[in-house]
Nanobody, 124 residues
């Protein structure tokens, strides 16, 4: 099993930046494809970004492409999401997820483990 703990959320003004981090337990972190999702109350969970096991492949939703960057450090069992040029519509609870898919996938049911989430609020 993998336990995931997110950190780094908070309140920021539009145009600002935040960096989310996700710490994973266990010694098999490099075996998991990692993803970041977000959810707004009343809406379904939305894929934000994903990164392959080695970190060599990344994928972003159109809504964040060019503004967000996902990265991972397999030696430290962490995955991060650098969020720049934040917009009020980025306000959501952000979740870190781990899955065993060989490639980066964008659907939540492909991920097996989830963190508790961290709130990001962008004021206008």
């Amino acid at each position: 099993q993998v336990q995931l703990v997110e950190s780094g959320g908070g309140l920021v003004q539009a145009g600002g930046s935040l960096r989310l981090s996700c710490a994973a337990s266990g010694r098999t972190f490099s075996r998991y494809t990692m993803g970041w999702f977000r959810r707004v109350p009343g809406k379904e969970r939305e894929f934000v970004a994903g990164i392959s096991r080695s970190g060599g492949s990344t994928y972003y939703s159109d809504s964040v492409k060019g503004r967000f960057t996902i990265s991972r450090d397999n030696a430290k069992n962490t995955v991060s999401l650098q969020m720049n040029s934040l917009k009020p519509e980025d306000t959501a609870v952000y979740y870190c997820a781990a899955g065993t898919s060989i490639v980066v996938v964008t659907t939540s049911h492909e991920y097996d483990y989830w963190g508790q989430g961290t709130q990001v609020t962008v004021s206008s």
